[in-house]
């Protein structure tokens, strides 16, 4: 961008550009247009032009340099990030010696890092720029962790035909689990609960009822004659779960679009 800006002085027609740039001096390119001319007693006649131009680091610069100030500062050694750009999207790879640092307990690092990287470049133009992060394939194998996990608790569920709950969770790892479960028959999932501690609940779309009598213990009994008293609604097996039995609607369901949504100001 350039803008002319016109003060007294050189000087301070060049301060007043980099208070509307809102960055430093140095980052600023100046032509001097005009400068206030010397009268015969020495006075300055006139006032000083300045063109600026200024041109914004690229999202993608500002990115990386702050993934890499970050991991720096945590002490982080021999530390490389290695940007891919599409056009929708940019990935970073990010690797170090100390890969449990630079990851974090079950990507915690890496996630808060996407998170925090996409606030700082969304602030300069105000477009939404997505930011994805990994190291050494972490996402693939925690994708693959979840989707085991997922499938567990999905045959658990239907073989106890109860509820269960899994541990709370991130959006995007919830996402993974809501689309491993929608491939499974005889299961559904929803979520529950607030941030940070809102979790998955994977439920059995059929629910079975014992009845006393009958043959064997524990056995069906059909036409008894006698009415079955037991709601089959109340399918909740915890109090925290009946507390929640009116969910609101899960996170951005959007499962093609990436480790994140987007992200709101």
Same mark, same amino acid.
């Given at each position: 961008?350039?803008?002319?800006?016109?003060?007294?002085?050189?000087?301070?027609?060049?301060?007043? %550009?980099?208070?509307?740039?809102g960055v430093e001096l140095e980052?600023?390119? =100046?032509?001097?247009?005009?400068?206030?001319?010397?009268?015969?007693?020495?006075?300055?006649?006139?006032?000083?032009?300045?063109?600026?131009?200024? +041109?914004?680091?690229?999202?993608?610069?500002?990115?990386?340099?702050?993934?890499?100030?970050?991991? #720096? %500062?945590? /002490?982080?050694? !021999?530390?490389?990030?290695?940007?891919?750009?599409?056009?929708?999207?940019?990935?970073?790879?990010? !690797?170090?010696?100390?890969?449990?640092?630079?990851?974090?307990? &079950? /990507?915690?690092?890496?996630?808060?890092?996407?998170?925090?990287?996409?606030?700082?470049? +969304?602030?300069?133009?105000?477009?939404?720029?997505?930011?994805?992060?990994?190291?050494?394939?972490?996402?693939?194998?925690?994708?693959? #962790?979840?989707? &085991?996990?997922?499938?567990?608790?999905? +045959?658990n569920a239907k073989r106890a035909?109860? #509820?269960?709950?899994?541990?709370?969770? !991130?959006?995007?790892?919830?996402?993974?689990?809501? %689309? &491993?479960?929608?491939?499974?028959? /005889?299961?559904?999932?929803?979520?529950?609960?607030?941030?940070?501690?809102?979790?998955?609940?994977?439920?059995?779309?059929?629910?079975?009822?014992?009845?006393?009598?009958?043959?064997?213990?524990?056995?069906?009994?059909? !036409?008894s004659g006698r009415p079955n008293?037991?709601?089959?609604?109340?399918?909740?097996? #915890?109090? =925290?779960?009946?507390?929640?039995?009116?969910?609101?609607?899960?996170?951005?369901?959007?499962?093609?679009?990436?480790?994140?949504?987007?992200?709101?100001?």
């Amino acid at each position: 961008m350039k803008e002319n800006f016109t003060a007294a002085t050189v000087e301070e027609a060049k301060k007043m %550009a980099a208070e509307s740039f809102g960055v430093e001096l140095e980052s600023i390119e =100046f032509t001097v247009i005009e400068e206030p001319k010397k009268t015969l007693f020495g006075k300055l006649k006139g006032d000083a032009v300045v063109q600026a131009e200024y +041109n914004p680091p690229t999202k993608r610069d500002v990115a990386v340099k702050y993934i890499t100030d970050v991991l #720096t %500062a945590m /002490g982080i050694e !021999n530390l490389s990030v290695e940007a891919t750009e599409t056009e929708d999207e940019l990935s970073l790879e990010i !690797n170090g010696d100390d890969f449990d640092k630079v990851v974090g307990k &079950k /990507g915690e690092i890496l996630d808060a890092l996407q998170y925090l990287s996409s606030l700082v470049c +969304n602030k300069i133009d105000r477009e939404y720029y997505r930011i994805s992060t990994d190291s050494s394939g972490f996402r693939e194998r925690r994708k693959a #962790t979840l989707e &085991k996990v997922a499938l567990k608790y999905a +045959n658990n569920a239907k073989r106890a035909s109860k #509820t269960l709950s899994l541990e709370p969770m !991130n959006p995007y790892e919830r996402r993974i689990i809501h %689309a &491993k479960i929608s491939e499974i028959e /005889g299961v559904t999932s929803r979520s529950v609960g607030e941030e940070p501690y809102r979790k998955v609940l994977i439920c059995p779309t059929e629910k079975r009822y014992n009845s006393r009598g009958g043959k064997g213990r524990g056995g069906y009994r059909k !036409n008894s004659g006698r009415p079955n008293n037991r709601r089959q609604s109340d399918s909740y097996a #915890t109090s =925290f779960e009946k507390e929640y039995k009116k969910p609101k609607p899960e996170d951005d369901m959007d499962l093609g679009s990436g480790l994140y949504g987007k992200i709101e100001f």
